[in-house]
């Protein structure tokens, strides 16, 4: 459990998946450093009352309806952020599945899917958040130890991870120079509803993997995510920051 505390006072946050462990972790800590922070989700009903659950914090907090797969549903998004704020200064594509299938039993649409929603998505969402960035801003990814070392029975969510962690690494060389900071954070066995089936199944050989002999908490990725996002991390950029209690050295 994390109680790192930031300022974000007078910036404006946008996080997908914001109704999940990360996002919901990342959206209070943000709205409770002064940011107004705008939570998207494919669950509507969850990141609205999320967002409604933060109302007492320094920042304020909105929630919006989202298919992150979906380009005119992203354009609903950008328009809803220009009309309310006119601009976004931290941006953190947090929305993804984790679905489990071999490669020989994986079919085309599921490759797609996963495609689709884990690394499109970011790319159509960036792509259209870019235009309300200016210097100053800062953009983190959200990839995964799956993204660097493989995961079996997971290719379509490890190679969806690794596009990231590429596409991540350019976009740093192309928004550089325009002062808008992009890195990523590539956490390890996290306690949030993605991994609950999989924990349960191989929780133990997991946790024996880790040196810290434990899973990390949403809020441990949260800390790491606003450090990056913050003028602390002001010359960190095109970076890929892991967060798995030694499980990616060890292994
Ligand atoms: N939990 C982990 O161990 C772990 C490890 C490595 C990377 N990550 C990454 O961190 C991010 C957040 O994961 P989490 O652990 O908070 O998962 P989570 O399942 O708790 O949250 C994911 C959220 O994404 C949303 N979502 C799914 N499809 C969507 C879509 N099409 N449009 C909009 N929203 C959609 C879900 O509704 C959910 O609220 C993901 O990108 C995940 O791949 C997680």
């Known amino acids: 459990m994390s109680g790192a505390t930031f300022d974000f006072s007078d910036r404006v946050a946008v996080i997908t998946g914001a109704a999940g462990g990360i996002g919901g972790a990342l959206a209070e ?12 989700d494919l669950d509507e009903t969850a990141v609205s009352a999320r967002a409604a659950a933060l109302a007492g914090l320094p920042g304020r907090a909105i929630g919006v309806g989202l298919d992150a797969a979906d380009p005119e549903s992203i354009d609903g998004l950008v328009d809803v952020v220009r009309e309310r704020f006119g601009r976004i200064d931290l941006l953190v594509p947090s929305a993804g599945v ?10 085309d649409e599921q490759w797609r899917s996963v495609q689709r929603i884990n690394l499109d998505g970011v790319f159509m969402l960036i792509k259209r958040a870019i235009p309300l960035m200016r210097s100053g801003a800062s953009i983190v990814n959200l990839t995964s130890v799956a993204g660097h070392r493989g ?30 900071r992009v890195n990523a954070v590539s956490p390890g066995i996290i306690d949030t509803a993605m991994t609950a089936d999989a924990r349960a199944a191989k929780g133990d050989e997991w946790i ?44």
Not at 153 to 167: E, Q, V
Request: charged letters at 15%; proline letters at 4%.
């Open 98 to 107: 984790y679905p489990e299938s071999l490669v020989a039993e994986t079919s």
């Open 208 to 251: 024996a993997a880790t040196p810290l002999r434990r899973d990390g908490t949403p809020e441990e990725i949260a800390s790491t995510i606003a450090f990056l996002l913050s003028d602390a991390a002001s010359f960190v950029h095109g970076e890929v920051v892991h967060v798995n209690g030694g499980l990616f050295m060890a292994g």
């Open 151 to 180: 995961s079996y029975g997971h290719a379509h969510y490890a190679a969806s991870k690794g596009g990231l962690i590429a596409f991540t690494r350019t976009l740093a060389l192309e928004l550089g120079p325009q002062g808008v």
């Open 29 to 40: 800590l943000l709205a409770r450093s002064g940011a107004s922070v705008v939570l998207a």
